[in-house]
């Protein structure tokens, strides 16, 4: 069934919506050798595109032209560039379409593709995927006093380092309400008697009333609505009355507060370019324009800077090794800082650049920083933006010289309004380079937005909404979860370990390394038997032959929605594959298993470390067995590693001192196998 929105020229089709949301994968060909550069999940999507109407001819034409294809996929950005062959035409005439296959074959960029189509397809595009960016929280929080009414509270949710109440302040002094008319009252024990009688006198007199953290005090929260909605009733509100409520995020605040209520929060926009955005609209207009030239151009990169800093968080520990609440007020007192030492003649026309660095960088900023890691990047960003040749132009991401398309220099001094359009203009996408990182570095992460997008948007989905929008009666009366349930429990028949029988085998011959596999084997019947278990239970209680208890409907949604459910995940493994991919992960785990049962006396030749449970433990084993053949004290000896180049498959027997082990993978860095080193990873090749 397709459907046409009202007001947009949009075409809905349930297959494409599908295949967006879940990016299946079916491998019922093996990849050719041709398409070595395509991930094997990558071919796996490409094959079950293939099979979706208007998609049929697209994995043959891969096949057919792998080179073309390799290039289109190796660009940094190419969901804005034509496909090859037939499907050229797909970024200017079908771009959802378009979408599709990036989705298959470039899932790290969907995120970015899909900015672009809404720009593209709603009205005024841009103002849904900048939002306020360039707008400052002061002017937002004006916009809302203008929409809020007596009844209509502004509820301010709090973010680590924002204080929302101080630029509040500012607005109530300018209209005349701070002090005299002005009730502040941060909730604690006993604080509660002296908050409901601030709010009815504020009600009465017509002040400003701000009710800070009121999630410490849960109970409360019901008569506060309790309170409003008799004066509500009686209409006694003064029309010059407004409330401000704060609190962090809690499950326990009335929803009737929450719905009555303005919501607000003061958290950083995402991306470099809304971030550095906002960061200039942090100033005031008529205060900026009175700057002098030179203190424009450093205020300019310590916006850069602070926008730096910030969206360096989405890296996670390749971006900083701890969270920090980097906030505005960082950058207005940086600012101030600069201001006092270039326009009050500190120091004449000589610029002190290793003072502000000082200040910046070790003191405002600096000052949140308790890793001594994390204190030499942010040491290294102040010797890279503030230095003299900022006044000359200079270019503003680090090592940029390894990747000439990578450009964003420092604007000449412009009035407030342009620089808003140089960003527009200059810092049209967005890249690591920007950071002094290479181009591979967000990869993982805009998969990982991707994913975690499209599982929020998977959880909204009504159950059975594909259903209604089906024409096939057959698709109807199939259970896409009692399905699923039926094949899991045929994969488990060929996962279960006799560990006594094993015991009973090798008890003469029992060390170390088994003592290993056999622990493996205890978690591996563990895990299987709490799959199965779940498992015949939901399948009963499908058939009616059991009541729907909340965890079988809690196993049943996770089934749904190809995640791993919480009751399997707590015996399992840390892992963050989807179900599919954790089921045949499993597989692989008891295949390693079976091997070594096969002959239980012995390790395997190769040993996969990421299919094992408890990794570590192998390794204390090595230096075990070490220790009792050659007499040797346990606790001085180390792990050392000689990395081979061969292959996994290419060994035949075990090596005699320690093991041969794989599994093991680099994260910002790629293993040059010719020369037996460390290397920078090659663009696309993670």
Sequence with gaps: MRRRSPDLDVTFNRAYFEFLLSGPKLLKEEKPQSLSWLPENCWGCVQALSEIKGFETFAADIVASPNRFKEWYNKPRPEVIALPSNWRKLVTHNFFMHMLIVRALRPDRLTACMNIYAERTMPDGKLFTQCDAGVSFTEILKRSLNDSATTTPIFFILSPGADPVVNLQDIG????????????????????????????????????????????????????????????????????????????PSDQIPIGLLERSIKLTNEPPQGLVQNLKRAVATFEKEEFEYKDGKCKMIAFALCHYHAVIIERCKFGPKGWNRSYPFNTGDLENSAQVLSNYLERGSGGD?????????????????????????????????????????????????????????????????????????????????????????PNAEIAVRTLEGENLFRTVQELQPRGAED????????????PVGSLLAKILEKLKSIQFDTEDIATRIAEERGPYQNVFLQECDRMNILRNEIKNSLEELELGMKGEL???????????????????????????????????????????????????????????????????????????????????????????????????????????????????????????????????IELYVNRSI
């Excluded at 900023?365 to 900022?390: P, Q, V």
């Excluded at 000689?642 to 794989?662: N, S």
């Design 350 to 438: 000589k610029i002190p650049w290793s003072d502000l660095r000082y200040i910046f960088g070790e003191i405002l900023y600096g000052g949140h920083i308790t890793d001594d890691w994390d204190r030499r990047l942010n040491m290294t960003y102040m010797r890279t933006f503030f230095k003299a040749e900022l006044l000359d132009g200079m270019e503003l991401f680090p090592y940029s010289e390894s990747f000439p398309e990578e450009k964003f220099t420092s604007p000449e001094p412009l009035p407030y309004d342009e620089y808003f359009t140089y960003i527009d203009d200059f810092l049209k996408v967005e890249s690591p380079v920007a950071f002094g990182m290479h």
């Design 547 to 677: 009541q729907m208890s909340d965890r079988m409907e809690d196993l049943s949604q996770s089934l749904f929605l190809n995640r791993v459910p919480l009751n399997w995940a707590a015996k399992a493994y840390p892992s963050r594959k989807s179900l599919g991919d954790w089921l045949e992960n499993l597989m692989e785990r008891s295949e390693q298993l079976l091997r070594w049962c096969d002959e239980p006396t012995s390790i395997p030749v190769v040993t996969d470390l990421s299919l094992c449970f408890n990794p570590q433990s192998f390794l204390t084993a090595i230096m075990q067995v070490t220790a009792q053949t050659q007499q040797k004290e346990l606790d001085k000896l180390t792990i050392m590693t000689d990395v081979t180049r061969k292959q996994p498959e290419e060994i035949e027997t075990a090596v005699r001192d320690g093991a041969y082990i794989t599994g093991l993978w680099l994260e910002a860095a790629r293993w040059d196998s010719k020369q037996s080193n």
């Design 468 to 479: 209604m929008e089906s024409g096939n009666q057959e698709e109807k009366d199939e259970n």
């Design 173 to 248: 002094a300018r209209r005349g309400y701070f002090p005299k008319k002005w009730h502040r009252v941060a909730l604690g024990e006993g604080q509660d008697v002296v908050a409901m009688r601030k709010l009815a006198v504020g009600v009465r007199e017509g002040h400003w009333v701000i009710l800070e953290n009121i999630h410490l005090m849960p109970s409360w929260t019901g008569e506060l609505e309790k309170a409003l909605n008799d004066y509500t009733g009686r209409k006694s509100y003064h029309p010059d009355f407004r409330l401000f409520l704060s609190a962090e």
